[in-house]
């Protein structure tokens, strides 16, 4: 039986089309997720983000009057963010590299393209669950780390080494 | 020599910041998702938005026909057209629109000149396979091919 896992997470899709936020709605019903809000741009978003916690984010990119990366650098950096570090899954048909590293850079913590399939959209989410990400916070970016690979045979130098500091969130 | 400076980076180690799911739900949500009657609800939950899907693609299409010069509006309708029409089953037209709005994604931010040609003639092709009873026929996978590499060719002349 499906569902177990999910009952309590709130979700919210944000896409200016009505009949993808519709398609996403189904998707994440058949994951068990019943608390899903729905907003038609970045600033829809933000008004429901401050009334209601969400527990994920689905956004798509070319929204008016505010896109997904707005709404991503909103959430990630304002002071008056509910939960800087949601996760936010991107969807958009724009897929052109540039696009994608701007998503990236916004602090989006994974990309979906379009068109999209459950598998790949259920991809998404497991690899949150799964393997959820350190944050980073230095000049000019704070999001989930942008480093995907480690290479464990890496023998250095280690110019940063003394860069880092792991610390509690705030 | 001690380093007494402030750290240029500070990470947040993911035990240290509110998690999606607690440890035990995140365990039953893996389960969830890799269950096969979750992808057998998925694809009965993609199926029953299949016919309205359908619809919203032909409705982009005229609007893209519609638009005629207007490349914003043009562009627009093809933007929604590649984002829906595969999930919607309709793969070639799907295909030939995200050849178009490639074109004129990479035109725009070169500042290149629009060849109205090259437009129509993937305006016209979408229209074509996007009215076929199946747009999946090999016809139509070959005309997408060719208008592929005329978009290649026709960016490389211009690079």
Known sequence: MSGPGFENLKALIVEDNAHMRSLLRALLNSLGVKDISEAS???????????????????????????????TRYIRNNDHSPNPFVPIIMISGHTEKYRVEAARDAGVT?????????????????????RPRAFVRCAGYFGPDRRRRQNDDYPGPWRRKDDYQITEAR | MPNNSKPKVQLIAPDSYPQ???????????????????????????????????????????????????????????????????TA??????????????????????????????????????????????DNVRTGQAVAAELAALVAKRLSEQS
Request: proline share 3%; charged share 30%.
């Open chain 1, 110 to 130: 994974e990309f979906l393209a379009k068109p999209i399939t459950a598998h790949d959209l259920f991809a998404r989410v497991a690899e949150i669950v799964e």
């Open chain 2, 20 to 86: 999606m799911l607690s440890k035990p739900r995140a365990a039953r949500a893996l389960h969830t998702l890799r269950a096969p009657e979750t992808a057998v609800k998925a694809q009965v939950a993609m199926e029953a938005a299949m016919p309205a899907m359908r619809a919203a693609v032909l409705q982009y299409v005229e609007e893209m026909e519609r638009a005629a010069d207007d490349m914003t509006r043009l562009f627009e309708a093809a933007h929604e057209i590649r984002g829906f029409a595969e």
């Open chain 2, 89 to 134: 089953g309709m793969v070639t037209t799907g295909r030939i629109a995200e050849v178009l709005c490639r074109y004129m994604d990479d035109i725009a931010r070169f500042g290149r000149q629009l060849d109205t040609t090259i437009v129509a003639l993937h305006v016209t092709a979408i229209a074509r396979a996007a009215r076929a009873e199946d």
């Open chain 1, 41 to 71: 741009n970045g600033q829809m978003a933000i008004e429901l983000l401050r009334e209601r916690k969400s527990d994920l984010v689905l956004t798509d990119l070319a929204m008016k009057p505010m896109d997904g990366l707005e709404l």
